[in-house]
């Protein structure tokens, strides 16, 4: 009798999670989606499956077809949030704002697009670009594997951190700093391309120097202000958690190696410590964000023409710039952007195109003949000064856009024998709600089970056996293979 307690008890979840999810595939159908039960990620209070867009909904909804067509595909990632079991603080504090940075930063090629959204009294559903080659850490360590060595090479790095940078900036731009930024957070679609998500604990900010006072993301990636328990500036923040980001692309590691909050800010006042080879420039951008003083940091204008983004030699970009009467800003001083920063208004609106193809010039420059004016040339001019000002203005901008992209790569360096990435723990002291995780894969160490029994137990940081020993045998080979590797030495 004791014995089939258990296998009663299981019997009736399974029974009960077949049940809801019939109620959810009936519900995304209404809706115009069909629902597959293939589990593409899971979160405490949601669950992510890979859905269908059909005909009727993409000739309803602009946004939808017009993304779609473009991949030539109907599939979609279809978020699905369980609001009759998620705490009131998910509910109406951390949802919303998910929902509004996702409508704001449409439409960004490396942010991931909010199609639709629907809900009834039980469940929110969210409809999701799909990206299909799984998140950056899982990149870095297949990566890893296949080369022997640990990280990216460089030339990768450089591509890929790039995106990530214009994704950061698209959503500074629109007043949204995102507060999570981490390697599981950034997601490849099939062609490749970046795709910056979760959106949990992201915020919007009216003023620039505005102070936050959340303290929530991973410890691993979140910035030390933040860990002091002290208000702190939203982008100034987002851009310390990007040179972790760059630091675990270019090592394959992490670069501080500390689960617990208030321990993590003592290893990081040690200093950084680079024990592999990597380009001087790669380690000039991450020290240049990896500064304890939040002032002291690289803006992004300053990462986006940084000589190591921008792959050229220091003195080849500083001739093109000094041939063309163009003062070079690479490395210009924090007291220098700032003051350019508030004559432009926004430290993010100037940022170059990241890929674009670059124009140098070849020989002595030319002397062009003034061309004679003609009655319709001044009289144009002197009806709209502003915009032939403005016309001026612009050319130089883009003259000094243009001169400074696609160089020639750094030389590529040997590294040492590899050591793989592994996932951090989130913050679990500070607030009692953010270590939550909001987009996770199947058999991910924090799951709904695990942080309802932490709670129970009163004990600070998720179980994660439970989550790993879960699922299938192929699954819990994944997960182990994800989460039992080497930090940082």
Not at 240 to 246: E, K, N
Not at 300 to 308: E, F, K, M, N, S
Not at 355 to 360: D, F, H, N, Q
Not at 367 to 384: I, M, Q, V
Request: glycine share 6%; charged share 20%; hydrophobic share 35%.
């Amino acid at each position: 009798m004791r014995q089939g307690a258990p296998a009663m008890k299981s019997f009736s979840k399974r029974e009960a999670d077949r049940r809801t999810f019939l109620e959810q595939v009936r519900e995304s159908k209404e809706n115009g989606y069909l629902l597959s039960s293939k589990k593409i990620g899971s979160g405490a209070f949601s669950k992510v499956y890979l859905g269908y867009a059909t005909q009727e909904k993409m000739m309803q909804n602009y946004k939808l077809a017009s993304d779609l067509r473009s991949k030539r595909h109907s599939m979609v990632a279809i978020k699905i949030i369980s609001t009759a079991e998620a705490p009131v603080e998910y509910t109406r504090k951390f949802l919303p704002r998910e929902i509004y940075s996702l409508n704001v930063t449409y439409k960004h090629l490396n942010v991931i697009q909010l199609y639709e959204m629907y809900r009834n009294s039980k469940r929110t559903y969210l409809v999701l670009e799909l990206a299909s080659r799984g998140d950056l850490l899982e990149h870095i360590n297949a990566t890893s594997d296949r080369r022997e060595y640990p990280g990216l090479e460089e030339e990768e790095a450089r591509r890929l951190f790039r995106q990530i940078v214009s994704a950061v900036a698209h959503c500074h731009n629109v007043g949204i700093v995102h507060r999570d930024l981490k390697c599981e957070n950034v997601l490849l679609d099939e062609r490749g391309f970046i795709k910056l998500t979760d959106f949990g604990f992201a915020n919007r900010y009216s003023l620039k120097n505005s102070l936050m006072s959340t303290f929530c993301g991973s410890v691993a990636y979140t910035a030390p202000e933040i860990l002091m328990s002290k208000k702190y500036n939203g982008e100034l923040a987002d851009l310390w958690s990007l040179g972790v980001i760059l630091y675990a692309m270019v090592t394959g590691k992490l670069p501080f190696k500390e689960r617990q909050p208030h321990k993590m800010i003592h290893v990081i006042k040690q200093g950084l410590a680079f024990r592999q080879a990597i380009s001087p420039e790669c380690q000039n951008l991450i020290e240049g964000l990896l500064q304890l003083k939040p002032a002291a940091r690289l803006g992004l204008q300053q990462v986006a023409t940084h000589r190591w983004m921008l792959p050229a030699t220091s003195a080849i970009f500083h001739r093109v710039m000094s041939s063309m009467g163009v003062h070079p800003e690479c490395n210009a001083s924090p007291e220098k952007s700032q003051a350019a920063q508030g004559e432009t208004g926004s430290s993010t609106a100037q940022l170059p195109g990241l890929e674009s193809p670059a124009k140098t010039p070849e020989g002595p420059p030319k002397e062009a003949k003034p061309l004679p004016a003609t009655p319709r040339a001044s009289s144009a001019t002197g009806a709209f000064p502003a915009r032939a000002k403005a016309e001026k203005r612009s050319g130089q901008e883009a003259t000094a856009t243009n001169c400074i992209l696609q160089l020639p790569t750094p030389r590529k360096t040997e590294r040492p024998p590899r050591l793989s990435l592994y996932r951090p723990s989130l913050l679990t002291t500070l607030q009692p709600f953010h270590h939550l995780p909001n987009f996770r894969k199947p058999g991910s160490g924090f799951s709904t089970s695990a942080y309802v029994t932490s709670k129970r137990l009163g004990e600070k940081v998720p179980a994660r056996a439970a989550a790993l020993g879960s699922g299938s045998s192929s699954l819990s080979k994944q997960a182990h293979s994800l989460y039992a590797m080497t930090p940082c030495p």
